[in-house]
């Protein structure tokens, strides 16, 4: 098993190493998206203007959700599968913005998905607007040799055109919606007609064309909706879809408690992860309730519960009345790097330093964020870090042991201390001033949304999971777009999670 980041800076990706073979998966000509640009945050506006004038999420899933039953899915939304007691399948979230980062995943995926039998999109199947004729590049393409079905749960940017390509790539070439009547002029729903973002007319003009590159049978999915449960071996794998911001219409909160019932093990995928930069997002549910209510809630058996959206990998062992839950974050499937650095010293839920799990590290993040500004302020010299830098201001600030030693102790100085400020590093609890909430968050959601076209180590990472009648073995898996990680990708965190007995 080759070096993983928590050994050495190598098995970061640091250092002189070669370039992976992924670019010959990809096409000639690739769109470089970018999140500083205004155009592309216009056309992904759907977010903020359902904030303003309210969120019609609900109402328009709802209605897929009815034309999916009228065209014969199931009514209870489950996929009952064939698969023998014990099997494998894959996670992978965030995939699709059709540059490097999502291609440098493709060869490590497919290396370590062999002998699964199915794998899950777990939030933002395509970016920036989830366009129809984007999927041929941004997921028919990279995963045309993955030979099983790959289900999915819509996130955010997949519903910045009101879920159309999704369903249509997933359940079955669902029609489109019939139009809903004009809102009555001057209200908050006519308001939010007028700023609507729309797909554009000739939309998914392409889009048969691209379905020939995942055509077999056995790739198949015919999902019930954007929403769904999948009954596998001894596993039940339930995926909800938490819509433009984050929460789930009441519908959906109804049928989430009914497939929770019984002594099946079960695990939860969700656009929305729960437990998240040291914080904790219940996520609620129209009407009242959250869905963690439900997963916590002992008679419905969860053992997990695995979030995109943020686009890193996150795990936190949660107690719960003396039984452990796995809260996991893993969005690092394709899009741009969510930095870990920001990420304050972890005291929730009674979990700690000790028990929490991040990947990139807080050091390697650090170090990249700080060649990345140094880069782009044109200000190489003071802003970058070395990775052996990064690390020890990072265990200066939390008052945590290096993760990773490095090979030769390094000196934190005044610059280190003010480059790790500047880029919003997370500090300890005994330490923060009632500014470093603010900053951190203003620097999680203003600075690191950028461009993803970096230079390795991209710090991307996806799941395997095998399943026995006892237990679950989750893996986390590393690609940082160098030939040594493709070759053989690193395990960067590895968890045993004991299923119930029924």
Known sequence: MSDSSRDTAEGAGWGSAQLGEYRRLMPSKVEKISWLNPKTLWAARNGVVASWFGDPTGRTRS????????????????????????????????????????????PGF???????????????VIYPVGSAD?????????????????????????????????????????????????????TRAWLRSLLWHRPRAEDGQHLDEARRLRAAPAQQTGQPGPYWAVDAGPLRIIGIDTGLLGTIDAEQGAWLRE???????????????????????????????????????????????????????QRYPVDVDGRTIQYVVSGGGGAFMHATHTIPHISIANV???????????????????????????????????????????AERLGIPPTRLPGEPARVTFRTRLVASLLGAGGRPDRTSRFRLPVRKIYTQLFSPSSATYSPPFFKCFL????????????????????????????EDEVTIPLPRS
């Open 110 to 124: 497919l290396k370590i998905s062999q002998d699964t039998r199915f794998a899950v999109v777990a939030s933002d």
């Open 259 to 313: 497939v929770s019932q019984g002594p099946r093990p079960k695990i939860l995928i969700t656009g929305s992860p729960l437990y998240v930069d040291g914080e904790h997002h219940p996520c609620a549910i129209e009407g009242g309730g959250t869905v963690d209510d439900i997963v916590r809630a002992p008679e419905h058996h969860y053992v997990a519960a695995i979030g995109g959206d943020i686009h890193n990998y």
């Open 134 to 186: 984007d999927y041929g590049t941004k997921f028919f393409r990279p995963y045309q040799d993955y030979p099983a079905p790959i289900y999915a749960i819509p996130g955010n940017h997949d519903w910045y055109e009101d879920l159309g390509a999704f369903m249509r790539v997933f359940c079955d070439d669902a029609p489109p919606l019939d139009p809903e009547p004009a809102p009555r002029p001057l």
């Open 63 to 106: 209605r897929w959700v009815a034309q999916r039953a009228a065209a014969g899915a199931p009514a209870d939304k489950v996929i009952r599968r064939e698969d023998p007691e014990r099997f494998s399948f894959m996670v992978i979230g965030d995939t699709g913005e059709g540059d490097d980062p999502q291609y440098a995943v493709v």
């Open 464 to 491: 395997r999971l095998d399943v026995t009648p006892e237990a679950v073995r989750l893996r986390c898996f590393a690609a940082t777009g160098n030939l040594a990680q493709e070759i053989d990708p690193p395990v």
């Open 352 to 394: 700690t330093e000790k028990d929490f799990r991040c990947y990139p590290l807080r050091g390697d993040s650090l170090a990249f964020y700080s060649r990345l500004y140094g880069r782009r302020l044109h200000l190489r010299r003071f802003f970058t870090l070395t990775e052996a830098e990064a690390t020890a201001v990072i």
